[in-house]
């Protein structure tokens, strides 16, 4: 378990991922052509709802079950 240092810590680690990551994607979209960035997060957003279908399909859509199966699917 964390300390109140230990969890600030790491949440500002977290947020300073967050931001560089959201300063790459602005700058990504700004250098690649729209129809380029636009088909990659097509595929994304289809592969996710693609995996949400299939585990609500299989009747994973319990909290823990659903967390158990997503994981299988990452092995």
Request: charged share 25%; net charge positive; proline share 0%.
């Amino acid at each position: 378990m964390l300390n109140s240092n230990g969890f600030e810590d790491n949440q500002r680690r977290n947020t300073e991922q967050r931001r560089a990551m959201i300063k790459q994607w602005a700058e990504y979209v700004r250098t690649h052509d729209d129809s380029e960035w636009s088909r990659q997060q097509n595929q994304l957003i289809d592969s996710q709802l693609q995996s949400a279908n299939a585990l609500a399909a299989a009747g994973n859509t319990g909290l823990v079950r659903f967390t158990a199966a997503r994981d299988q699917l990452r092995n």
